[in-house]
T-cell receptor, first 118, second 113 residues
Framework: GAGVSQSPSNKVTEKGKDVELRCDPISGHTALYWYRQSLGQGLEFLIYFQGNSAPDKSGLPSDRFSAERTGGSVSTLTIQRTQQEDSAVYLC????????????????FGEGSWLTVV | GDSVTQMEGPVTLSEEAFLTINCTYTATGYPSLFWYVQYPGEGLQLLLK?????DKGSNKGFEATYRKETTSFHLEKGSVQVSDSAVYFCALSDRGDFNKFYFGSGTKLNVKP
């Protein structure tokens, strides 16, 4: 698509429930990223995909968090047994090499999924 | 490893004041440098970028020059407006692994009328 699309835009869930957040990257972008941003805080890196594989999962905060990407496109971030500290904005982004020569890669963000755990 | 450090906020200015938000970086190679802006309630948007030393990125009256000798990419604007109130993030992309992005912690700018 024209931009990075995320859904749902807002989600309120009860503590202990599982949630799935979806990201549809820019068409043709091979790299996909998930970040978390708590209220008033900076960006916390969660995971990065190159194609369908995840060479860097170092940012996932616990084993309750998992992510997958299928077909080199859509990605789902799943949070199991949600806790109140999981409340945050979850930002997805994508990037892709521009042309044959290195002309400066750029990462493009979606609007985010606002998660509130009550 | 690679990293980005930017000045802590919030920065509060009056309308039409001059803005500087400092950003310095550490990188093993020759990174590309970026400024992103996040308006209240929105996602991050690319503001400007520079891909090599001495390049100047500019957009919407904002400028930043890639200074290799000082490893800096300071954001400047000559006359800020209330509508510039947002959080600004400095970032770098490592050429060695062009999909690696490193972000600063963000600087909140408040512009008063």
């Amino acid at each position: 698509g024209a931009g990075v699309s995320q859904s749902p835009s807002n989600k309120v869930t009860e503590k202990g429930k599982d949630v799935e957040l979806r990201c549809d990257p820019i068409s043709g972008h091979t790299a996909l990223y998930w970040y978390r941003q708590s209220l008033g805080q900076g960006l916390e890196f969660l995971i990065y995909f190159q194609g369908n594989s995840a060479p860097d999962k170092s940012g996932l905060p616990s084993d309750r968090f998992s992510a997958e990407r299928t077909g080199g496109s859509v990605s789902t971030l799943t949070i199991q047994r949600t806790q109140q500290e999981d409340s945050a904005v979850y930002l997805c982004a994508s990037s892709g090499r521009q042309g044959l020569s290195f002309s400066g890669n750029t990462i493009y963000f979606g609007e985010g999924s606002w998660l509130t755990v009550v | 490893g690679d990293s980005v450090t930017q000045m802590e906020g919030p920065v509060t200015l009056s309308e039409e004041a001059f803005l500087t938000i400092n950003c310095t970086y550490t990188a093993t190679g020759y990174p590309s440098l970026f400024w992103y802006v996040q308006y209240p309630g929105e996602g991050l948007q690319l503001l400007l970028k520079a891909t090599k030393a001495d390049d100047k990125g500019s957009n919407k009256g904002f400028e930043a020059t890639y200074r290799k000798e000082t490893t800096s990419f300071h954001l400047e604007k000559g006359s800020v407006q209330v509508s510039d109130s947002a959080v600004y993030f400095c970032a770098l992309s490592d050429r060695g692994d062009f999909n690696k992005f490193y972000f600063g912690s963000g600087t909140k700018l408040n512009v008063k009328p």
